[in-house]
């Protein structure tokens, strides 16, 4: 029953950068678990775009975001952040984070994920 706010959206020119948190409810860690980032543009499907296995670190991305995205996380604040740069059009959409459900490393299917966040909003233009 862990819930998950996202924040740090907003609306930059191309090149820009945002830096995205999702951060846990009071009480639940994320040491254990496996965070993804996923986006949905209207009329699109929500997609993947990154992962990260917090026990150990390992991450996955999707090739569109690969030398442009970050995912990190800070075991103090009990957050995931996704460092976005060099945004461009294409990236505009609603940006969600969920907890993976099966405990494997699987970063794709948006059924394998739960507890999704509210989502925030990015906007690339100029």
Known sequence: QVQLVE????????GG??????????GFNLKWLIIGWFRQAPGKEREAVSC???SDGRTYYRQFA????TISNN???NTVYLQMDNLQPADTATYFCATE?????YCQDVNDFGSWGQGTQVTVSS
């Open 7 to 14: 924040s740090g959206g907003g609306r930059v020119q191309p």
């Open 17 to 26: 950068s945002l830096t995205l948190s999702c951060a846990a409810s009071e």
């Open 52 to 54: 990260i296995r917090v």
């Open 66 to 69: 690969k030398d442009r995205f």
């Open 75 to 77: 075991d103090a604040k």
């Open 101 to 105: 459900n099966f405990g494997y490393f």
